[in-house]
């Protein structure tokens, strides 16, 4: 674990790759010392934080850490635009391959077909990795893991 208390072992961080050129934000992070479960969320879009506008969000979790159920419930929810659809309706997954760390990566795939929003789920070797996006193909995202948080903003409170 380094001094955020957020790297325990097998658990790495994933972000959208250098490439991306808007606003690069930690959402959230939690580390329960009991189960060593330990979880990050990402944002990448506007700073200010618009679900209407091109965005990424990007959730990794420790392996059998419930957040990750909890991080895809909240994506899909959004994805469901509540009062519309209900989540016993979502349509079946499709595959879609998302490059991390130069490697090709399987993960699922949901669509709304109404608008362009998206959410997706994966493995990299013991992380979890939640995604869900807007006007931006899956298929295209390229991930990387990060050793350190410099590179993003945080909106609500200092990570030390």
Known sequence: MND???WTEGFSIFAVDAGWPESRQVMGHGYDQVTGDVHMSLWFGSPYYDYQVEHINVVSVSS????????LERALAMYCHPGEESLDSLPASEPVTITTDGNSTPFELWRNSANRYWVARGRVESTEVVLSGYEIEPGELSLVRLSDLTSLSNPFESLR
Request: charged share 20%.
């Open 64 to 71: 059998g850490n419930a957040e990750a159920g909890k991080a």
């Open 4 to 6: 955020h208390g957020l």
